[in-house]
């Protein structure tokens, strides 16, 4: 399977979306703590960091198109490569259990 193909599983946007989810929701810091701010933090303010942003930036990083900063496209194309790598792992543990 091609990234190419995998971002356009439907599991994909499901686990992307898990993933966003989990950074948005994360625990409020101790009193007079705050988190540091990350790439992902600058693409909430973009407006970027939802699972459509995310897939349509990401290809714009691929055909070096992208006009962010670096920390920001290593961040996207991190992201995207994780979840790419759970859809595969997910799929094959299906494609094992349907030959059981």
């Known amino acids: 399977m091609k990234v190419k193909d995998i971002i356009k599983d439907d599991k994909f946007n499901e686990f992307l979306g898990y993933e966003i989810e989990a950074y948005n929701n994360r625990p409020a810091p101790q009193e007079g703590c705050r988190y540091r701010r990350t790439p992902y933090d600058a693409l909430k303010d973009a407006g970027i960091f939802t699972v459509e942003g995310i897939r349509e930036t990401f290809i714009k990083v ?10 920001q496209r290593d961040a996207i194309t991190g992201l995207v490569f994780r979840v790419a790598q759970t859809v595969v792992n ?9 030959k059981k």
């Open 62 to 71: 691929a055909n070096l198109e992208s006009g962010l900063p670096k920390s």
């Open 90 to 98: 997910y799929r094959a543990k299906q494609e094992v259990e349907a």
